[in-house]
């Protein structure tokens, strides 16, 4: 067994898959309340508020730190502001605690785009910070449909175990053939199917776009698609990525159930909070399949680590001054 923490949680989609591998967590946080409701109702636990606010030394110790960190600040459809973003600047929150606790791995998920933001330069400030905490890293992007999910979603995996000789390799694509079809309910309330004025509204738009010769707009799909577009957390405004054909009538919404499933939730996972929050958070998790198959690879790994005696600490501020971030904004609580 192995002990780990839930930083960002969510909704808890990194967690599921490393408990199935036998972790034990012992520490989660979460900020947003409609998230906190539904990771209580399936894990018992209500996680810890902003993290900002959590002193390090107030965290027990784990083997394994888990964090799919805020991708707002490096996301496309973001301000793409990254470390300029105070968003972006909770990365140096998980080093805090890195630098505290030094555990034998670290796992942290983001947005496709972080690879590239800022023409790499953010990533390879995360890479260095990482290393300099004694952490051999990896990395790779990795896509739901890839991992049997029919859903075209693209996520970096940023892996750091503790020494240098570590012998790592990230899942290869299980190759499973998808099809939108084994995530649709064959029931589903009408509430779902779009208005009149809506599915007009959202054919003017996609005409205007294609007059300026972009292709924005709606995108249809059935149950014989091998796959959809990422769902978003805004996927509550209007459901534009993501519709669904009915023969006879307007195209439909996902109910929430079915973008549960869209990110490999388990029939099982309770979903006791609105439409809309639900729609949000299943938005901002994590493809579980994928996470599944990265657990599988590191759970060896992590139970055959010692963990180090002594920690010797970095200084946060001097990697902050150099990389023009203010240490005001990532200060460790007192």
């Not at 968003?87 to 505290?100: A, M």
């Not at 001054?321 to 240490?327: A, C, E, G, H």
Request: glycine share 8%.
């Amino acid at each position: 067994m192995f002990n780990f923490i839930d930083l960002f949680a969510g909704i808890g989609g990194i967690r599921i898959p490393f408990e199935e591998s036998g972790g034990r967590c012992v520490f989660s946080s979460e900020w947003d309340k409609f998230s906190q409701k539904t990771y209580q109702e399936n894990f018992g636990e209500m996680p810890h508020g902003d993290i900002t606010k959590i002193n390090p030394d107030d965290i027990p110790a784990h083997d394994l730190l888990l964090a799919g960190f805020p991708c707002q600040p490096f996301s496309q459809a973001g301000f793409k502001k990254g470390f300029e973003d105070t968003r972006g600047t909770l990365f140096f929150n998980i080093v805090n605690i890195l630098n505290t606790h030094r555990p034998k791995a670290v796992l942290l998920e983001n947005v496709k785009r972080l690879a590239s933001h800022d023409n790499g330069r953010t990533l390879c400030i995360i890479i260095e910070t990482l290393e300099s905490l004694g952490y051999k890293v990896r990395y790779k992007i990795l896509a739901g449909k890839d991992f049997g999910i029919p859903q075209n979603r693209e996520r970096i995996y940023i892996i750091g175990f503790i020494g240098d000789e570590v012998n790592f390799e990230f899942p290869l694509p299980t190759k499973e053939k998808t099809c939108v079809g084994h995530i649709l309910e064959k029931n589903v309330d009408k509430k779902y199917t779009l208005s009149d004025r809506l599915w007009a509204g959202h054919q003017r738009r996609r005409k205007e776009h294609a007059i300026k010769g972009n292709g924005f707009g709606y995108s249809l799909f059935n149950a014989k698609s091998p796959y959809t577009n990422t769902i978003s957390a805004r996927y509550y405004k209007d459901g534009s990525e993501i519709l669904i054909e009915q023969k006879g009538k307007n195209p439909r919404k996902l109910a929430p159930r079915e973008a549960a499933r869209l990110q490999g939730f388990p029939d099982s996972f309770k979903i006791s909070v609105s439409d809309n929050q639900a729609y949000k958070q299943f938005g901002n998790s994590v493809c579980v399949p994928v996470i599944r198959a990265v657990a599988q690879k590191m759970t060896p790994i992590i139970l055959q680590l010692k963990q180090p005696k002594t920690i010797k600490k970095i200084e946060i501020r001097k990697i902050l001054i150099r990389n023009n971030i203010s240490p005001l904004t990532v200060l460790a609580p007192s």
